[in-house]
């Protein structure tokens, strides 16, 4: 069965300083993995998805992912915050069980103190 | 092009009452995801649909149900609704199943 867990359900960072959201995943079969943030009041938007390409995959806004397979993990990561980046993060498992499944993380909230 | 529409945005209902979301994916994409999202259980699979077939139905009682049309406009429904019903639903659409989603702004779902 699939489940995906954030580790931390707040994290936060000075502006200009380097961001790592974490995220383990569990799943039977090949996973397709992606990144969405959420900022107040708006939708959910795509950062960046692993479908077993490259192990590092670069998204949007200068975020990336590596996928480690031995360690289950997804970690998402930036350089250097911005204050824009504040908004919660979801990580996300889907696979495809006879029909596509998706699982949602329990999600992360950056703060971004200038 | 347009992004994925949903119907109504805000909808105040009573308990027992029926409900009716409608959702319109981006042209061309065929396969249609549903979620519910409140505080305290964040974002929850609802279901899927591709090519007008149920493909996968998350861990929700009968009261919701759903349905794709051949344009691939999918609605989903609620019966007898209860207080904790209210929610986000959010809808997200694909080009094929497992591929990245894109999401609409949602329906804010109030049961009183």
């Known amino acids: 069965a699939q489940s995906v867990t954030q580790l931390d359900s707040h994290v936060s960072v000075s502006e200009g300083t380097p961001v790592l959201l974490r995220c383990n995943y569990s799943s039977s079969y090949s996973p397709s993995l992606f990144w969405y943030v959420q900022h107040p009041n708006k939708g959910l938007q795509l950062l960046l998805k692993?479908?077993?390409?490259?192990?590092l995959v670069k998204g949007i806004n200068g975020f990336e992912a590596e996928f480690k397979k031995s360690e289950t993990s997804f970690h998402l990561t930036k350089p250097s915050a911005h204050m824009s980046d504040a908004a919660e993060y979801f990580c996300v498992v889907s696979e495809d069980t006879g029909g596509f499944k998706t699982i949602f993380g329990a999600g992360t909230r950056l703060f971004v103190k200038a | 092009k347009a992004g994925v529409t949903q119907t109504p945005r805000y909808l105040i209902k009573t308990r027992g009452q029926q409900v009716t979301l409608s959702c319109s994916p981006i042209?061309?994409?065929?396969?249609v995801s549903w979620y519910q999202q409140t505080p305290g259980q964040g974002l929850q699979f609802l279901f899927e649909y591709f090519s007008e077939t149920q493909r996968n139905k998350g861990n929700f009682p009968g009261r919701f149900s759903g349905r794709q049309f051949s344009n691939s406009r999918s609605e989903m429904n609620v019966s007898t609704l209860e207080l904790g019903d209210s929610a986000l639903y959010l809808c997200?659409?694909?080009?094929?199943?497992?591929?990245?989603?894109?999401f609409g702004p949602g329906t804010r779902l109030t049961v009183t």
């Open positions: 997200a659409s694909s080009t094929v199943p497992g591929y990245e989603q894109y």
């Open positions: 042209s061309g994409h065929r396969s």
């Open positions: 692993y479908t077993s390409a490259a192990t």
